[in-house]
């Protein structure tokens, strides 16, 4: 039978260059915001998070920026790398009492060698 | 580095019969979760558990599903009687503290019903 799913948002990049993959998070009382990385038949790895009270943090050839006006988030990836190839998912939560992560349907980033 | 593991890797089982999926969450951590992602779909939360009880869970968590700390080091999800719909990747989580941290996620369970 037909396979039913997301078709996840594709971005296609050239090896280095660098790449901005959005994120639109959905709830206005999330104060804590991740990026994870999900390669095939993996789980999702950390890749840098942010909380509400920044709008921009850097990390190792990594920026996120958050917008919290228009419930923003974006990843930068400098100087993209074959390895970086893999679903980048948004994740927010709120803080305090809430641990859980609600997360966002994912970009496929393709990087052409 | 330390990291969350799970077993098995991939679990097939028959509709109906009862599943549990095993984690050994980060020695030091304090909170657990369990995720689950149908394939092609985004990761779904479907509970959390903070000293010794369910600290939350969402909608798909009904009846059938069940979560226990039975000693020390391992945290289970027990689906009682599998559905088609149960099949997906199926991945535990830790952290040292509630909200606001890093969750470090396993390399989750294939779970197949069939």
């Known amino acids: ?113 | 580095e330390p990291e969350v593991t799970q077993t098995p890797s991939h679990q097939v089982t028959q509709m109906g019969q009862e599943v549990i999926l095993r984690c050994v969450p980060i020695s030091n951590h304090l909170y657990f979760y369990w995720y689950r992602q149908i394939l092609g779909q985004k990761v779904e939360f479907l509970v959390s558990f903070y000293n010794n009880e369910i600290s939350e869970k969402s909608e798909i968590f009904d009846d059938q599903f069940s979560v226990e700390r039975p000693d020390g080091s391992n945290f289970t999800l027990k689906i009682r009687s599998t559905k088609l719909e149960d099949s997906a990747m199926y991945f535990c989580a830790s952290t040292a503290m509630t909200g606001g941290t890093e969750a470090f996620f396993g390399q989750g369970t294939r779970l197949t019903v069939v």
């Open chain 1, 1 to 113: 039978g037909e396979s039913v799913g997301l078709h996840l948002p594709t971005l296609s990049v050239q090896e280095g260059d660098n790449s901005i993959i959005n994120c639109a998070y959905s709830n206005s009382a999330s104060d804590y915001f991740i990026w994870y990385k999900q390669e095939s038949g993996k789980g999702p790895q950390f890749i840098i998070d942010i909380r509400s009270n920044m709008d921009k943090r850097q990390g190792q050839r990594v920026t996120v920026l958050l917008n919290k006006t228009v419930k923003h988030l974006s990843l930068q990836i400098a100087a993209t790398q074959p390895g970086d190839s893999a679903v980048y998912f948004c994740a927010e939560s709120q803080g305090g009492s809430q641990g859980n992560l609600i997360f966002g349907k994912g970009t496929k980033l393709s990087v052409k060698p």
